[in-house]
């Protein structure tokens, strides 16, 4: 049976401190073993980070808001900001070796590793982030 449920966090990183059980809960719903829990958990931090810090730029008026679904063999995640969005496109490559010892960067490339998809939508205030169930 489909499941989802939304969350809205502050545009504070204090809020990271309820992604574990926020991960819980989907990995429970959706059935994850460790390793994609593991995964799940990664991902979600740079894609909740990334929406605090690029796309609210930290401003708690602003909110963050994620969310999941569960679709056949499929789990869904989403993390959505209320900024001025991004094109995903002209992200520099982390493993451009001029980028290999920046301290920062990584978010989009780490998803992607520990995701099976990932896709910006709204002009890239969302980010979507899949992983097969099969």
């Known amino acids: 049976m489909p499941e989802k449920k939304t969350w809205v966090l502050r545009s504070d990183f204090s809020e990271l401190d309820k ?9 429970a719903g959706a059935g994850l073993d460790v390793d994609r829990r593991e995964a799940l958990m990664l991902a979600l931090s740079e894609a909740v980070t990334n929406a605090i810090k ?11 808001t994620l969310g999941w679904n569960t679709s056949g063999d499929d789990l869904t995640v989403f993390v959505e ?14 493993l451009n070796p001029e980028n290999l010892l920046k301290d920062s960067g990584r978010g989009v490339f780490l998803m992607k590793t520990y995701c099976d998809a990932v896709r910006f939508e709204n002009g890239g205030r969302k980010v979507v982030l899949s992983f097969s169930l099969a």
Do not use: S, Y
Request: glycine share 14%; hydrophobic share 25%.
């Open 19 to 27: 992604l574990d059980g926020i991960v819980e809960e989907i990995a």
């Open 54 to 64: 690029h796309g609210n730029r930290q401003d708690e008026t602003r909110k963050v």
């Open 81 to 94: 900001d209320e900024g001025r969005g991004f094109d995903p496109g002209a992200l520099p490559d982390p």
